[in-house]
Structure formats: structure tokens, C-alpha cells
């Protein structure tokens, strides 16, 4: 027998029960499953193993241990307003290359930004993608972000969703390409 096991960034197989029984007890949330052959384990594993995307439905506390920036927007009708906490790390300035940024104030520890994209709707999720991919590819791949979503719809979004869809799993999984680590949290 075979036994596949998943949790919090953590997956494997193993021929050991009593391991699987240390893994249960030890990491929150985790799980296994018996099978007969190594191979349909490790599918078991690639299908149901953390993707790595911090998530955090009210953010108590730190969610990142190290240097993180926490991003707020704000979508309107002449476009979307950014508010940047950079004070867990420092003094930090963009490169400006795309065209929409048409404003952008540096206080200490703190960037607003404003991004002037027209006929944006709040309440379409699309618009919402759209708005996040535009400020993140504004702060660049490296930063640890806090993202403070507006809704849950969004947040289910981004950590639970594995539809066909393929503008979300586009944006889901080049948020996942990023070197710096992304988290989510609601307002």
C-alpha cells in the first residue's frame, strides 16, 4: 500500500503509516489517502498540494514574516486608486512604464498611485483582475504583497478557484509565477 499525504506546503508519499499518523497530528489541515500503486499517490499529490498562495480572510497580524508591501485599491469610474504600505520595507520607487499611471505620490513608507483606465464597473470581477494585474506588473515581481480584496467573491477567486475560465487562470497562475510571494485578504 501506498499513501499519499497533502498540507499546508507539504505532500508526499510514503509506505509508512505511522509516519502518516505523525504528519495528521502535527500539521493543521492535512490529509492522506491509501492507494495501490505509487503512481495514482503521486497524482493524488500533484492534484490536491497547496499552490503556495498565502491567504488570510482578516488579516490579524503579519501575514509575511519578512519584508512585505500591503496594496489597497479602490476601482472608480475614471479609474483605480492604489494605496500602497511600503513601511515594512522601506522607501521604495517605480519605474513608470506603463501609460496609465497618471499620478504617483511617494510619502514615507507609504504610494499612492493612480491608474487611469476608463469604463471600469466595481462590481465586475473582470475589472477587478484587470486593476490587480495592472499593479502588479507596476510593482514589479520581487515585493512580498498584501493584497486587501474589496469582497469574498474575489478572494474565493484567487485561492479557491479551479474553473475552465481562461483570463482567470491566466491571472491566477501569473500571480503564482511571481518571485515575491502574494497573500489575500478581505476588507
Known amino acids: 500500500m501506498w499513501y499519499a499525504y497533502v498540507g499546508s506546503k507539504l505532500g508526499g508519499v510514503t509506505r509508512n503509516y505511522d509516519f502518516i499518523n505523525s504528519i495528521v497530528k502535527k500539521i493543521p489541515y492535512a490529509t492522506f489517502r491509501r492507494f495501490e500503486t505509487e503512481e495514482q499517490a503521486w497524482r493524488f499529490v500533484y492534484n490536491h498540494k497547496n499552490n503556495y498562495i498565502l491567504e488570510s480572510i482578516n488579516c490579524y497580524g503579519d501575514i509575511f514574516k519578512n519584508f512585505h508591501a500591503t496594496l489597497e485599491y479602490f476601482i472608480t469610474e475614471k479609474g483605480v486608486y492604489a494605496n500602497l504600505d511600503t513601511s515594512k520595507i522601506g522607501f521604495v520607487r517605480f519605474k513608470i512604464m506603463n501609460e496609465k499611471v497618471t499620478k504617483i505620490e511617494y510619502k514615507d513608507g507609504f504610494v499612492s498611485v493612480f491608474l487611469e483606465i476608463k469604463n471600469l464597473n466595481s462590481s465586475l470581477i473582470n475589472c477587478h483582475i484587470a486593476s490587480i494585474l495592472s499593479l502588479l506588473h ?47 485578504t478581505v476588507k
Open 138 to 184: 507596476l510593482i514589479g515581481q520581487i515585493i512580498d504583497i498584501n493584497i486587501i480584496l474589496p469582497n469574498y467573491s474575489l478572494f474565493f477567486l484567487f485561492t479557491q478557484y479551479t474553473g475552465k475560465n481562461v483570463y482567470y487562470n491566466e491571472s491566477i497562475n501569473y500571480i503564482k509565477a511571481r518571485i515575491g510571494n502574494v497573500a489575500f
